[in-house]
């Protein structure tokens, strides 16, 4: 039996302002935001986006682009025509505006590595700013490959001009498509590959990566968060894998609860999602995840859930129990 | 340059060394060399003839012997028994027995950051330390607050100690003398966790409830008096925790305590834990003799408490060990540390 809600985990929010605006590039505006009082943001590592919470349904993700030492949140926002006005909205804000953020989370973290090979496509290039400064700091070594339309489309050229001829601009006026065959033609085990940018080109890297060890590859996707649930819970099966048992998990309990009532001994504890007891493992089955305890990469995974809150998204579970 | 660094190697495997942690107190250094022992490595603090704190691998180059045994002279230290001399950046600068020093002779040099109240050093890739904001801990130094405190080597690794911090349901259970009755009363309210990338932050918000008798006594209110209290608690860092207590006193002001905690790890088992205790009322010396034995005592309890643990641990290894929903912020922080270390090595998915 679920005990009323006695634990609330959620992300950090706070109310930040504007402190600068700038132009650095074609419909592209550096925003520099702040804490009011100039109190401390939390801290972050390269990789690391904030949600813009421009009204309680409508959020933006933007990479966090300055340094992690700076008492400030830099962003840099393309103005992109979208169905609600998201990225339009942020887009103006004017210096002195006051915004709501949420997080930071970094599901694109810089992992320590001998060596980088960076490929940002337009917008993309702002998580890679502080992984540069990163991976220099840490002796690394790295090449950055950044295309976009045109070079006045492409932000942070003179930025980037500092670093000589580790950065390549490839704008696409000038010289055509990044070299992807050329650039990712050389797999090996102590590099690791960041990429950022527009669907079709990390579903090209992707592809190229696949011929490289696996975990060499890291990318950023700017999915926008999902939290709404279309309709009622549907019904689905778990098979036990270990006790060769199948259950059948009705639409209004949980899997957790199935798997007792079939008289299999699982542990649980908070049975919110929160404490990580009825952590399982999956091993088929495209799942659900409800939980507060898996972060994006994790839950990508589908090795894990919490079975006290998550379900299936399909038809069947096989669960390591 | 090339070098013949002694690189300090990564000897405790499961904390993040791309952190900062406080070495020793600002009042701890001097001419006069400290040895510490940081994530396992031995340092070496001292000041230079200009107050500037310097932290170095506590062992000479020639032979192995801890230059904290030796001398600070001027702005540097003198290694005992082989006499070479190192600056402030690490470099040796002379040696006794010939004019030209060994070529690229060198100890590595911790970057440092002293706020006032603490030495902090990193024991990461130097270069990152600048990548990097060390922890603020400003109240320590601020006159509107009122600090006692005192630290302790605990035979307990910094895991067990987050563990502890970050979930203090315990605290009536082994101090019911301290322990506001507020713990007490019944399950506690609603815990709020709130986690960003690198750190989580958790409160609760009592309803009005008696404070302990001590706690009446220095605050100078009747015992039976039931204020709105609220608990706070804060993983700033690997290095820092920021524990919270507010009294509402209903005419709109309140009555705060802050609990700081500087963590340290000396080896994979043993934790150098800095604790101070901040109030910002009752700043008489007559309230310090009050309540600086209470603390005292209290958390030397915790830290028994936590030694015999960690000797279960080593004696019987890990076990899976069931969870809480007040486990909910100490879940987060392991996350968050697991996350930092794997980063931190490298490690393929």
Known sequence: ?321 | MSSHTHSPARRVSNVPHEAWYAAALSTEVGSTPLARRVLGQRVVLFRTSTGQAVALTDRCVHAPVALSEGRVQGDEIIAPYSGFRYDASGTCTSVPSQERVPYGARVHAYPVHEDGSFIWVWPGEPALAALRRPPSTEWLRDPAWTTFGDQVETRASIRLMQDNFADITHVTHVDPEIAPPALGDGPPPPLEVQVSETSVSFWREYPPAPMPAWQSLVMELPAWRRLPQREEGEFVSPGLWVDRWTVDLEDGRSARWIFTHALTPVSENSTRHVWRVSRDFSPSPAVDGTVTPLFTRYYQRVRHLLEDMQRIVDEDGPVFEVRVAADAAGSQVRRIMDRLVADEVGVRD
């Open chain 1, 1 to 321: 039996m679920s005990e009323p809600t006695t634990t609330h985990v959620s992300e950090r929010e706070c109310d930040v302002v504007v402190r600068a605006r700038r132009l650095v590039a074609e419909d592209v505006v550096e925003l520099t935001f702040g804490l009011e009082d100039d109190e401390e943001l939390p801290a972050w590592t390269p990789g690391a986006h904030v949600d813009l919470m421009l009204a309680p349904d409508l959020l933006r993700q933007y990479s966090l682009c300055g340094s992690p030492n700076d008492r400030t949140y830099q962003v840099a926002v393309l103005r992109a025509p979208d169905s609600r006005g998201g990225s339009m909205a942020v887009h103006e804000l004017p210096e002195g505006a006051r915004v709501r953020i949420r997080g930071p989370r970094n599901n694109f973290p810089l992992v320590r590595a001998q060596r980088y090979i960076f490929i940002a496509g337009g917008i993309g290039i702002t998580p890679m700013l502080p992984m540069i400064e990163e991976a220099i700091a840490s002796g690394a070594e790295w090449s950055l490959h950044y295309g976009g339309r045109s070079r006045s489309s492409m932000a942070y050229l003179e930025r980037l001009a500092a670093y000589g001829d580790r950065v390549h601009v490839v704008p696409q006026d000038e010289a055509g498509l990044l070299d992807l065959g050329s650039i990712l033609g050389s797999p090996d085990d102590s590099t690791r590959v960041y990429c950022c940018g527009p669907e079709p080109l990390l579903a090209a890297v992707e592809a190229l990566c696949s011929a490289w060890p696996p975990g060499s590859l890291h990318l950023e996707r700017f999915a926008a968060k999902d939290v709404v649930r279309e309709g009622a819970d549907q019904p689905f099966e778990a098979v036990l894998q270990r006790r060769g048992v199948t259950v059948t998990v009705g639409a209004d309990e949980s899997l957790f609860d199935a798997v007792r009532a079939a008289g299999v001994s699982v542990l649980g504890s908070c049975l919110e999602g929160i404490c990580g007891t009825c952590e399982t493992g999956v091993l088929e089955g495209d799942v659900d995840h409800r939980d507060s305890v898996l972060d994006a990469e994790e839950q990508e995974a589908m090795d894990t859930m919490m079975i006290c809150v998550s379900r299936c998204r399909g038809e069947r579970l096989v669960l390591d129990l």
